[in-house]
């Protein structure tokens, strides 16, 4: 199937077999390997991107789901040299251990500011339970999510 989707602000045209999930066309066919695969099942959220502004676990969507859609990758989210905000709070705030988990944190804690801006603690902890870390007690990721609130 012949599918067009807008990918970080540039249209992307490709043909794609009807069972392909979006995570793997991004990643294969885009080459656009910031965005993971952690478990094939919505589990971790490791695969979250935005779709039409929503977060989506791109492990649930298949691609032709996609066509005339458009997708926001952690790779989009920078302006050039200057990261997004969000990007910026996890570095300032050491938001990360290992990395694996950080685009769909970065990806669903943005969906999360956008529908609650001055989220409490207890806020963005509920907001993020469909994402996991294997690395941390999670302290620092809300350090980053709440920091980059205030900006």
């Known amino acids: 199937m012949k599918i067009t989707v807008t990918v970080n602000g540039k249209t992307r045209e490709g043909d794609v077999e009807a069972r ?5 066309w991004v990643r294969e066919s885009l080459g656009l390997t910031g965005t993971n695969i952690g478990c094939d099942t919505s589990s971790c959220g490791a695969c979250t991107v935005h ?11 298949l691609a032709v789901q996609a ?21 910026q709070a996890f570095m300032d705030n050491h938001g990360l251990q290992c990395g694996y988990c950080t ?35 999670y302290h620092n990721i809300v350090k980053s999510v709440l920091a980059a609130a205030g900006k």
């Open 67 to 87: 066509d005339g859609c458009s997708v926001t990758t952690i790779e989009g989210l920078a302006n050039g040299d200057t990261l997004h905000p969000m990007q």
């Open 20 to 24: 392909t999930l979006l995570v793997q």
């Open 103 to 137: 685009p769909g944190m970065v990806m669903a804690a943005i969906s999360l500011l956008q529908e609650n801006p001055s989220p409490t603690e207890e806020d963005v902890r509920i907001g993020l339970e469909g994402n996991l870390c294997r690395c941390t007690g």
């Open 51 to 61: 779709v039409d502004g929503e977060s989506v676990k791109s492990c649930t969507m």
